[in-house]
């Protein structure tokens, strides 16, 4: 089954209010994590992305938490959008794994409320 | 501006027909995937290429061949299209091992 998941397929969130999407890992040898972003009818488009050796990374308007302790990752998004309805997938690599050993979740289907 | 695109955006196309999806990304990149996009699975790696004259299979490479004959192309070639193989088709590229893949806008591809 897959490596990666995310705990709820749909997240619906008030315009303003701040997202936070999650994403659990199974691999404790996964040392690098990417955040995608997929709107209806385009390619994964790539928002942040964090080593293990970071417990938090931030970019404009995005902000990336890992812990390695439970292997969970979030995004969390400030003052949402409705440019940000979209489809969020978490990627997950480790050395060895192949194919730059990317391993993609399902996603989160991020809904945003005006 | 450095981009990756696909072509056709949409194929439709009939059972046992061979069809060629072309990816082409001007980034100078050394990797190139193939991925397919189902509903229920997300992204499943078809093939994958680290550069010129080389290719390997992904998790999903029956019934798909690539090739790569220069640095921005890598085009993917159905031998017998069969209607499971109606999907999203997504190619992406990135510069080096374990570095940030970048998707391409997708090919819709319906086998009938």
């Known amino acids: 089954g897959e490596s990666v998941g995310l705990h709820l397929p749909t997240l619906s969130v008030q315009e303003g209010d701040n997202s936070i999407i999650n994403c659990a890992y199974s691999?404790?040898?996964?040392?690098?994590f990417i955040w995608y972003k997929q709107e209806s009818g385009k390619g994964p488009q790539f928002i942040i992305d964090?080593?293990?050796?970071?417990d938090k990374r931030q970019g404009q308007r995005v902000t990336v938490l890992l812990n390695k302790t439970v292997k969970h990752l979030s995004l969390q998004i400030a003052a949402t959008q409705p440019g940000d309805s979209a489809v969020y997938f978490c990627a997950e690599s480790y050395s060895g794994g192949g194919a730059d050993g990317l391993t993609f979740g399902k996603g989160t289907h991020l809904i945003i409320q005006p | 501006d450095a981009e990756i695109t696909q072509s056709p955006r949409h194929k439709i196309t009939e059972t046992g027909r061979q069809v060629t999806l072309a990816c082409h990304q001007t980034w100078n990149h050394n990797n190139m995937f193939w991925y397919r996009q189902d509903l229920g699975h997300g992204l499943r790696l078809i093939h994958y290429?680290?550069?010129?004259?080389?290719?390997n299979k992904g998790e999903v490479s029956d019934g798909y061949s690539v090739s790569r004959s220069n640095t921005e192309d890598l085009p993917l070639t159905l031998e017998s299209a069969a209607s499971s193989q109606t999907s999203v088709y997504f190619c992406?590229?990135?510069?080096?091992?374990?570095?940030?893949?970048?998707f391409g806008p997708g090919t819709r591809l319906l086998v009938l």
């Open positions: 992406a590229s990135s510069q080096g091992v374990r570095q940030t893949q970048y």
């Open positions: 290429s680290y550069g010129v004259q080389d290719t």
């Open positions: 691999n404790s040898a996964s040392d690098y």
């Open positions: 964090i080593r293990s050796n970071m």
